[in-house]
């Protein structure tokens, strides 16, 4: 088990996920052992658990919070051959080490991980309301944080397929065939494509701008031309058919009000079973198709980066699979030196 000289763990300088509520000075918590701390007894585990809930109740923390910190010492007492009666300071720094090995051995890295995040900030909190004198997991870290799994990505034969599927003879299919070349030519995301309004388009330069993306950031990303033509389709045979001379929003339904982020959701999914296409097929499926698209064909890391309003171009590897044998290909005809 990793432990850091300082007798930090990396969670308590402020760059990670909160993994538990914190306890305020004068809080519940702190409160309800004023008396214990000034007796020197000896507080139970159990005792401080309950105390720990009953703080958080009384702060407004839900019932899911709370549930998952009874689990939490559930895990806790199993792995520890500690009962609710033994006593915090039990709890020695081997023992505590001895916990952090069980839960990385009986677990798997998710769940592993969750429970440690949340372990150390359990007996964090109770440090900081005086019930520890020395924090027994203030050396140790939680396992390294699983990355999450890789979502699908469409082969070129699929999104044709799925570009296919709307009846663009029916006003609804039609929108829906410009809102899915949008979503596959800019790689935004569901909740900017739902947003976008007529005047985000600029056809003569071939643009989408996005606003207030992640982060509350701004962005151009290209059009293309394909994508030019079914919005103008869609602009001329459906939308002005239906939204109000004061609608600015892009997308309407047959009622001239925007429709919902959501609704954009279940009908992309709609349209990925009609065009049967096993894989889940959903906004973000899209997004990353239209990245690796791009990567895939000779964009730069870069231009894809601004393209999907990420900060880092670290983080598209988190995210793409990326077929080697094609990029290979790409690479023997775009280097210089092959």
Not at 91 to 96: F, G, Q
Not at 118 to 140: D, H, K, S, T, V
Not at 215 to 234: F, H, M, N, S, T
Not at 291 to 312: Q, R
Request: glycine share 10%.
């Amino acid at each position: 088990m990793n432990q850091r000289p300082n007798g930090r763990s990396r969670h308590e300088k402020g760059n990670s996920i909160s993994p538990v509520p914190p306890v305020e000075e004068g809080g519940g918590l702190h409160d309800a052992f004023s008396a214990a701390r000034k007796a020197g007894g000896r507080i139970p585990i159990g005792r401080a658990i309950e105390a720990y809930t009953g703080y958080l109740s009384s702060r407004g923390f839900s019932p899911h919070t709370i549930r998952m910190t009874m689990n939490l010492a559930s895990a806790f007492y199993r792995l520890s051959g500690l009962g609710p009666g033994a006593a915090l300071s039990d709890v020695t720094p081997a023992a505590a080490e001895r916990v952090m090995r069980r839960l990385r051995s009986r677990y798997g890295e998710g769940t592993a991980w969750t429970y440690s995040v949340r372990l150390l900030g359990l007996f964090r909190a109770f440090a900081a309301a005086g019930l520890l004198l020395e924090n027994p997991f203030g050396r140790l870290d939680p396992p390294p944080r699983p990355r999450a799994p890789v979502g699908p990505t469409l082969t070129a034969e699929e999104i044709l397929r799925l570009l296919k599927a709307p009846r663009v003879d029916l006003p609804s299919g039609l929108r829906n065939r410009a809102i899915l070349e949008v979503f596959y030519s800019t790689a935004i995301r569901l909740s900017e494509c739902a947003h976008l309004e007529t005047g985000d388009l600029d056809f003569s330069k071939g643009t989408l701008m996005v606003r207030n993306g992640k982060g509350g950031k701004d962005r151009v990303v290209p059009l293309g031309e394909e994508a030019i033509r079914w919005v103008k389709r869609y602009l001329k045979r459906v939308r002005s058919r239906y939204a109000r001379s004061d609608e600015r929003a892009l997308w309407v339904g047959q009622e001239g009000r925007p429709i919902a982020p959501g609704w954009i959701q279940v009908t992309i999914r709609r349209l990925g079973r009609r065009a049967r296409i096993a894989k889940p097929v959903t906004p973000h499926t899209l997004r990353r198709t239209c990245a690796t698209h791009l990567l895939e064909g000779g964009a730069s890391a870069w231009a894809v980066k601004e393209i999907l309003g990420h900060a880092d171009a670290k983080t598209l590897s988190r995210y793409l699979r990326l077929d080697l044998r094609r990029l290979k290909e790409t690479h023997e005809k775009k280097h210089p030196r092959p």
